[in-house]
């Protein structure tokens, strides 16, 4: 069984920053590509970016220059730093990640519970 859990979600004021986090645990053998997804009221979920296990990272052209993607492999933890945050930038965003569990032959996608962020004066 493997599990993702977020946190850092919240309020904030237009321009400002968070830092989501998501950590994997369980039977876990390795971890591949993580990343972080959100999907907002009526729309379909879409990518915001993700990293390698290398440290190769993607992002959506709407965060370039204001989010940075980031992890410790050690951890098995992925981090969104979001800063300069618009009012665009609210939903729930959810953690994702290519995971190897312990006795299994490939990778297979999994899910966080998902965290709100949401961006307000």
């Known amino acids: 069984q493997v599990q993702l859990v977020e946190s850092g979600g919240g309020l904030v004021q237009p321009g400002g920053s968070l830092r989501l986090s998501c950590v994997a645990s369980?039977?876990?053998?390795?971890?591949?590509?993580m990343g972080w997804y959100r999907q907002a009221p009526g729309k379909e979920r879409e990518l915001v970016a993700v990293?390698?296990?290398?440290?190769?990272?993607n992002y959506a052209d709407f965060v370039k220059g204001r989010f940075t993607i980031s992890r410790d492999n050690a951890k098995k933890a992925v981090y969104l730093q979001m800063n300069s945050l618009k009012p665009e930038d609210t939903a729930v965003y959810y953690c994702n990640a290519n995971v190897i569990a312990r006795g299994a032959m490939r990778g297979n996608d999994y899910w966080g519970q998902g965290t709100q962020v949401t961006v307000s004066s």
């Open positions: 369980g039977s876990i053998f390795r971890t591949n590509g």
């Open positions: 990293i390698t296990s290398g440290g190769s990272t």
